[in-house]
């Protein structure tokens, strides 16, 4: 996804990058077409996001970009006050999505990234599934007048559609007791699991603002939240529905290796969600 963040970027008016130490080489045809905005603060995410509010305040359309659980976990107390707090429209970026950086340990790993954006007032949160997906929210959101995070991944699925940001989308729609919820890239092995059962599937990249009038149309049903980070199942329960939720436990996980195998070890693999929607059904 970082690639076509990259490529859509270079296509967006009056913008400005800030880095903090990642992605350097990939943005260099940016850095050489606007060397007066392309900063790389390096690993100083509190002075980034400050940076960025400053440019914000001078109408410039800001994107900001490290490490996820850095850039927002670090940084929280900044994005809160000097970012939303004054309603500055910085467009956070951020990458190592849940366990993309699985082999470096609990330190690199970030699945409470959503909620801590989803708290915060005036913040839209975006967690796209695929690079198309992605290119329709950057347009969409970058001057928009909101301050935005959009969360990426290294392990997008192929597809995707140009959804509006606030709107969920039915995959799958079957007469069945059961819905599924999922979002981002694991939706896309959510979707496979579903195959061959008796549930429906929705799919919300958008997490706020969130769909509650498409949810609403399942309230009578049983809800199952399937996620590898929090966020959706808040989005979800936060409209009044009663769900159940399939991903991570109350502790850290401080399992290595590949972003497969730590999902395979929460059942976050197709097998795993399978089976747990089968216990449902």
Request: net charge negative; with cysteine.
């Amino acid at each position: 996804m970082r690639k076509q963040f990259r490529d859509t970027l270079m296509e967006l008016d009056n913008t400005a990058l800030i880095l903090g130490g990642v992605s350097n080489y990939l943005f260099k045809e940016y850095q050489e077409k606007y060397p007066d905005r392309f900063y790389d603060l390096g690993i100083c995410e509190q002075t980034m996001i400050s940076v960025a509010a400053g440019l914000a305040s001078q109408g410039i359309n800001v994107f900001v970009h490290t490490i996820a659980p850095f850039l927002i976990e670090r940084a929280y107390e900044q994005i809160k006050l000097d970012v939303c707090y004054n309603k500055f429209p910085v467009n956070i970026i951020s990458c190592g999505a849940s366990f993309d950086y699985a082999w470096d340990g609990p330190t690199h790993h970030s699945y409470n990234d959503l909620e801590l954006m989803r708290l915060l007032p005036g913040m839209e949160v975006i967690q796209p599934g695929s690079n198309i997906e992605l290119a329709s929210f950057l347009r969409q959101t970058y001057d928009n007048g909101n301050p935005t995070y959009i969360r990426l991944s290294d392990h997008p699925f192929e597809g995707g559609g140009e959804y509006r940001v606030g709107s969920g989308i039915t995959v799958r729609s079957v007469p069945s007791d059961l819905v599924v919820v999922s979002s981002g890239p694991l939706a896309s092995d959510v979707g496979k699991a579903c195959n061959g059962t008796d549930a429906s599937f929705l799919y919300f990249p958008s997490i706020k603002p969130f769909d509650a009038e498409l949810l609403q149309h399942y309230s009578e049903k049983r809800v199952l939240v399937v996620s590898d980070s929090r966020g959706l199942f808040e989005a979800v329960t936060a409209c009044g529905v009663k769900a159940e939720y399939h991903g991570l436990p109350d502790e850290f996980i401080c399992n290595y290796g590949t972003r497969a195998e730590n999902l395979k070890a929460l059942g976050l693999d197709v097998e795993g969600i399978r089976k747990r929607i089968k216990e449902m059904l």
